[in-house]
Every structure is written in C-alpha cells, then in structure tokens.
C-alpha cells in the first residue's frame, strides 16, 4: 500500500501536475516479491474476445506505448505511468469461462505495443455475412510473444520493463464527488472544449450538477449535466467541487466507444478517476493528474452561480408572499360565508319566532272575567240621565254607573 502525494510544479502557469516518484511509500515485503516478479518472464497462453481485446490494446496505447502486464495464476495486471507521469492506467484481465488462461510461470511481460495494435488492425469482426473465429490467441515462451487470430501467426519480441513506469498499487484518494454519466456526451463536451483552449478545462459539481467550463482566446464554452441530462448519479460530499485539466488528455482517455457508461472521481486540485463499467469482469480505470493555472476559470461561473442563488432566494420569497397572499383571500372567503351563514341564520330566526307565535295563538284561551254585577232593587236605573251619565256612557259603553264607576270594566271617571 502507498499514498500518492501531487506535486505543484514551479510555474503553475505552463507546468503540469505530475505524481511524485518519492510519495510512493511500499512496504517491504510487497517490493521484494514484486522485484522477482519482474525479473522473471512469464509463460503463459491466454484465449480472449478479440474484439474487446483488440479495443483495449487500442486504450493502453494512449497511455503507454510499451506496458508490462504482471501475470498471476488466475489474472492479467497492467499498471503503467505515462512517460511523463501525468496519466495512470490500470487493467485487470481476470480468468473467466470466455477469457482461458494457463499460466506455466508467474512474471512479467513488456512488448511493443504500437507494433501490436498494427497486426490488430487486419482482425476482422464477425458478422452474419463473416462467419470468422472472434477470438484471439496470446502466447508467451519467455522471449518471445506470439498472438495468432482468424489464421494469421505473429510473433514479437519481449522487451525489457521500464521500472520507472511501473506502478504496483492504485493511488488512495478520497473522493468528494462521484458521478455516474453517459460517456459519450461527457467526452463530446471534453473535446468541444478543445476547440476553446489546450491549456486547462474545468469541471464543477455540486449536489445538483457538474459542470464542463472553457475559456480561452475563442471564448467561453460551458456545458451542464444533470440527472436529466447524462447523469445517471450523482454523489457529492462536499457542496462543490472544483478542478481543471488538460482537456486533449483527459478527452483521449474518454474515448473508448466499446463501454457506454463511466463514474467519474475527482476532488479539489487532485487527480480525477474515470472508472469503466465493463459488464464482462474486466476492471479497466485511468487517472489524470490536474492542470494548475494562474488564470482562475471558476471566477464568473462562481458569481452565476452566487447569482442564481440569489435568484434562488427571491423566487421562494416570491413564493411565499404569494401562498400568505392565498391564505388572505382563503381567510376573506371564509369570513364572508360565515357572515352569510349568520345573517342567512338570523333571518330564519324571526320566521321560527312567528310560527311559535301563531302556533301559541291558536293555542290562546282569553281569561276568565269576572261577573257583572248585580244592582240592587232599590238602585235601579232611574229613567232620567243626567249629563255626566251620558257623557261616561260615550266613553265606557255600559249602562251601569255607581259613585262615578262602572260597574261592568271598572273605570274610573271623574
């Protein structure tokens, strides 16, 4: 196990980022037997797919024109620095039911790879009209390699490995972001910045989207993935992310047309991963170290960003005097129709009153009077009326009149 450090060249302007040789820390033990390992050729015979052995040949080379693969018991390694040590690949050929391997001694083998990849050329794939063999034969007997395919034999020299380019574990990078994307549309948006500038492109996430952002003498480009747009996932720790690199290198480790879907990894000034998903057990991951520049290119897409939450802000500010708006007018309707229901309740009130009132009418018994009375015999109503008697007479109605009092209602006159 090792750490890998970066180290910030001088002139951070023209100067690239590079992995230090001195950062790798190995154990002991891991260095012995990987030193014999390497000093021993390998003999081996492997039967693979030949049009993703063809294809993958075809990647290494972008990194590495002459690898050494280590060759154990039940898999195929290969972890190789570039020549200036900006690019890390890292291929895995395990022993499956498609992929035969019979290994006769552990150990290394180093080739031409350019070489390689010219006597690929002539493997055809098959097709319906090209009923043709698919597979592709690699042989090892310690000084040479032999790779035969649809009836052609080829043999190449091994060559000595360069220890320098050698790397024997993965870097241990902690990632802060990790995004799962449609590799076409992110390598089409890495080689359209290309045409802005050569010198860096950088790449923003936040917990939404990552972006690709150019800029240059042509001027500005700037491309946005979301989980609509070429995002699958989107895994960020931190609430942004920021790096640049060299756009011709990283859009020449994007271009593998064979696999669709790639997870990105990368972190502030540190190397990004772009890691493969294979679907066929093939372990297939390159690293590219990060570009260091004095001109900031996430200056102005800081501030629109600043700007868009700001934006952000206001909208939901917006938002929310329009919901209180609502509830006034929810709470204006309520109180009207409670007020309707009150006034439409206190005209039904009157209505009931009446129907109790005549219902209490029909049920109404005048009281009892009392009994005229009698007048004596010896008081009986002279003929004669005098003035006042007639006059009360008008007034009350009744005949009887005693001491200024009617006997009949009871008034009083005077």
């Given at each position: 196990m090792f750490i890998w450090k970066v180290k910030t060249p001088l002139r951070a302007t023209t100067a690239?980022?590079?992995?230090?040789?001195?950062?790798?820390?190995?154990?002991?033990?891991?260095?012995?037997?990987?030193?014999?390992?390497?000093?021993?050729?390998?003999?081996?015979?492997?039967?693979?797919?030949?049009?993703t052995f063809k294809e993958l040949m075809k990647y290494v080379e972008k990194v590495i024109d002459e690898p050494t693969f280590m060759v154990y018991e039940n898999r195929l390694e290969l972890r190789n620095f570039d020549r200036s040590r900006v690019m890390?690949?890292?291929?895995?050929?395990?022993?499956?039911?498609?992929?035969?391997?019979?290994?006769?001694?552990?150990?290394?083998?180093?080739?031409?790879?350019?070489?390689?990849?010219?006597?690929?050329?002539?493997?055809?794939?098959?097709?319906?009209?090209?009923?043709?063999?698919?597979?592709?034969?690699?042989?090892?007997?310690?000084?040479?390699?032999?790779?035969?395919?649809?009836?052609?034999?080829?043999?190449?020299?091994?060559?000595?490995?360069?220890?320098?380019?050698?790397?024997?574990?993965?870097?241990?990078?902690?990632?802060?972001?990790?995004?799962?994307?449609?590799?076409?549309?992110?390598y089409e948006a890495i080689k359209q910045s290309t045409e802005y500038t050569n010198i860096c492109v950088g790449l923003y996430a936040n917990r939404n989207e990552l972006r690709v952002i150019a800029k240059g003498e042509n001027g500005e480009y700037k491309r946005i993935f979301t989980e609509i747009n070429g995002i699958i996932t989107l895994d960020c720790l931190t609430e942004e992310v920021k790096a640049?690199?060299?756009?011709?290198?990283?859009?020449?480790?994007?271009?593998?047309?064979?696999?669709?879907?790639?997870?990105?990894?990368?972190?502030?000034?540190?190397?990004?991963?772009?890691?493969?998903?294979?679907?066929?057990?093939?372990?297939?991951?390159?690293?590219?170290?990060?570009?260091?520049?004095?001109?900031?290119?996430?200056e102005e897409d800081q501030t629109t960003i600043e700007n868009k939450e700001t934006q952000t802000i206001e909208q939901s500010k917006t938002e929310t005097k329009i919901e209180e708006q609502k509830e006034q007018k929810e709470n204006i309707e309520t109180q009207k129709v409670e007020t309707e229901t009150n006034v439409e309740q206190k005209e039904n009130q009157p209505i009931e009153q009446k129907t109790e009132n005549v219902e209490q009418k029909e049920d109404y018994q005048p009281p009892k009077r009392k009994p005229i009375l009698k007048l004596p015999e010896n008081e009986q109503k002279s003929e004669e009326i005098d003035e006042f008697t007639r006059l009360v007479q008008i007034f009350c109605r009744h005949e009887h009149i005693i001491n200024n009092r009617c006997v009949t209602c009871g008034k009083v006159f005077h």
């Open positions: 690239r980022c590079h992995f230090s040789v001195a950062a790798m820390q190995l154990k002991e033990g891991d260095v012995k037997m990987e030193s014999e390992k390497k000093n021993e050729t390998a003999i081996f015979k492997m039967i693979v797919d030949g049009s890390l690949i890292e291929l895995i050929i395990p022993y499956t039911e498609t992929n035969e391997l019979i290994v006769k001694r552990e150990g290394h083998i180093c080739f031409d790879l350019k070489k390689l990849n010219k006597l690929l050329r002539a493997f055809k794939k098959p097709t319906k009209k090209l009923n043709l063999d698919g597979e592709i034969v690699v042989e090892s007997d310690g000084e040479n390699l032999k790779v035969n395919f649809q009836g052609q034999n080829h043999t190449l020299p091994l060559l000595k490995p360069n220890d320098y380019l050698i790397c024997n574990d993965t870097p241990k990078i902690d990632f802060d972001c990790e995004i799962r994307i449609d590799a076409k549309q992110f640049a690199y060299d756009p011709e290198i990283l859009s020449k480790i994007l271009n593998l047309p064979i696999y669709e879907i790639a997870t990105i990894s990368f972190k502030d000034d540190q190397p990004i991963k772009i890691e493969w998903n294979t679907n066929n057990q093939i372990q297939l991951n390159a690293w590219l170290a990060p570009r260091i520049d004095d001109n900031n290119i996430f």
